[in-house]
């Protein structure tokens, strides 16, 4: 069993379009996030969810929403797609906040 | 605010030899250290990881690192290297009770030669 599961692996699409990015675990676990990977591969958090609420929201566009409808699962929507939002999106949950995070193997966005 | 800073981004070793790769945090309060891998086209895995109590601690795939406090570093490594070690490794801190998440250093990308 997938521990952290996210759909889909590859995500191709045009511009100005919106498309969403689901996850879910089966840890049990109460906290879980969305981080971005360049193509530098640089890891930055996006946002951080802890029993369904929001605790991080880091400087991303309002065009980015996550949603999370109970505790295993986090999706994370993006509105008017841009060419800058290519990049690898990975969800991630841990036990709590600032413990080890467990990664799904992560949304390989291609906007052209 | 904590942050890291992983010396090199590149560090190419001979198989067999010994793997150090570099890591130092900057932290406002105690803080809990971990050491990821991500293999090309996949998600990270967790090497190892200090919280409290041992310095030294031990990981998956005879890694190793050690917190030293004074020196605010981390640093991985592993007596022998394997073809199979060759991957990028990723150096992240979080502030121990506080709320910021992971933050992750840029990564090392290893390369073992035969």
């Known amino acids: 069993d997938t521990a952290v599961s996210q759909t889909p692996k590859y995500l191709v699409t045009q511009m100005g379009n919106d498309k969403s990015i689901k996850c879910e675990q089966n840890?049990?676990?109460?906290?879980m996030y969305w981080y971005k990977q360049d193509s530098k591969k640089f890891l930055k958090i996006m946002f951080s969810?802890?029993?369904?609420?929001?605790?991080i929201n880091e400087t991303v566009p309002n065009r980015f929403s996550p949603k999370s409808p109970d505790k295993a699962h986090l999706n994370l929507h993006i509105n008017s797609l841009e060419l800058g939002d290519s990049a690898v999106y990975f969800c991630?949950?841990?036990?709590?906040?600032?413990?080890?995070?467990?990664f799904g193997q992560g949304t390989r966005l291609t906007v052209v | 605010a904590q942050s890291v800073t992983q010396l090199g981004s590149h560090v190419s070793v001979s198989e067999g030899a010994l793997v150090l790769l570099r890591c130092n945090y900057s932290?406002?309060?105690?803080?809990?250290l971990f050491w990821y891998v991500q293999y090309p086209n996949q998600g990270l895995q967790l090497l190892l990881k200090?919280?409290?109590?041992?310095?030294l601690v031990k990981g998956i795939n005879g890694f190793e690192a050690e917190f030293k406090k004074s020196e605010t570093s981390f640093h991985l490594t592993k007596p022998s290297a394997h073809m199979s070690d060759a991957a990028e490794y990723f150096c992240?801190?979080?502030?121990?009770?506080?709320?910021?998440?992971?933050?992750f250093g840029k990564g090392t990308h290893l390369i073992i030669q035969p």
């Open positions: 991630a949950s841990s036990p709590s906040l600032n413990t080890e995070a467990f």
């Open positions: 840890l049990g676990h109460d906290t």
């Open positions: 969810y802890n029993n369904k609420e929001l605790i």
């Open positions: 932290s406002s309060v105690p803080p809990y």
């Open positions: 200090y919280t409290t109590g041992a310095t």
């Open positions: 992240a801190v979080s502030s121990g009770g506080g709320a910021d998440g992971l933050t």
